[in-house]
């Protein structure tokens, strides 16, 4: 079974744009959820998807946001880009559609904003 | 006071030594509670899972966890130099408020040398 997949794995930006990351799941899994870490705060939850429904959300500001297709897909914006907004951002998977969250996380897309 | 505490380290250690990673935290709220493992440039990767109390064993790993406490342990033994890596410890509460959300401490950067 393919793991979970986040394109691009490296990108570079510049403050004030904007930034589009993609996530697949495994295969079956219907809950995507999507994390920031960093060196100073580590991994902290942005937000989480389920059958195309924001459930659940972190304390990020609303220039983050994300959604999810039909096929549990899901991307992730973030606009106005900040230079504290470098980081590696996560994506996980899970099969469960209770709170057990059992994450199964991606490599990861690796933004730097200059 | 972060939610979950946990030693960044650095730890290092001969190959063959019992490694003793830790976390404290101060939501009772906690049923799920989790270790993972990264490393460099790549994604978290789940290592134990446990529920509630209890330990876990699951071949050099052993995961305790002491509610009363409020204190999650991993142990490893016979530690080798491919267990060098980033280890994370991460909990989550019960039902809708935590889809998808788990609270990890800031990791513990561990060394095994040949």
């Known amino acids: 079974k393919a793991g979970v997949t986040q394109t691009p794995r490296y990108l570079i930006k510049t403050r004030g744009q904007q930034v589009t990351l993609s996530c697949s799941p495994i295969?079956?899994?219907?809950?995507v959820s999507w994390y920031q870490q960093t060196p100073g705060q580590g991994l902290q939850f942005l937000f989480e998807?389920?059958?195309?429904?924001?459930?659940n959300k972190g304390n990020f500001p609303g220039r983050f946001s994300g959604r999810q297709f039909s096929n549990s897909r899901s991307e992730m914006n973030v606009s106005t880009l900040e230079l504290g907004d470098s980081a590696l951002y996560l994506c996980?998977?899970?099969?469960?559609?209770?709170?057990?969250?059992?994450?199964?996380f991606g490599a990861g897309s690796r933004l730097t904003v200059l | 006071q972060k939610e979950v505490e946990q030693d960044p380290g650095p730890l290092s250690v001969p190959e063959g030594a019992i490694v003793s990673l830790n976390c404290t935290y101060s939501?009772?709220?906690?049923?799920?509670f989790m270790w993972y493992r990264q490393y460099s440039r790549k994604g978290p990767e789940l290592l134990m899972y446990t529920y509630s109390s209890g330990n876990k064993e699951d071949g050099r790993f052993t995961a305790q966890v002491d509610k009363s406490s409020k204190y999650i342990s991993l142990f490893i033994r016979d530690s080798q130099p491919s267990d060098s890596a980033t280890y994370l410890c991460a909990m989550s509460e019960a039902g809708g408020t935590s889809y998808g959300k788990l609270t990890f401490g800031q990791g513990t950067i561990l060394t095994v040398h040949p």
């Open positions: 996980a998977s899970s099969e469960s559609s209770s709170g057990a969250n059992v994450l199964t």
């Open positions: 998807y389920f059958s195309e429904t924001q459930r």
């Open positions: 939501n009772s709220a906690f049923q799920y």
């Open positions: 295969s079956g899994h219907r809950s």
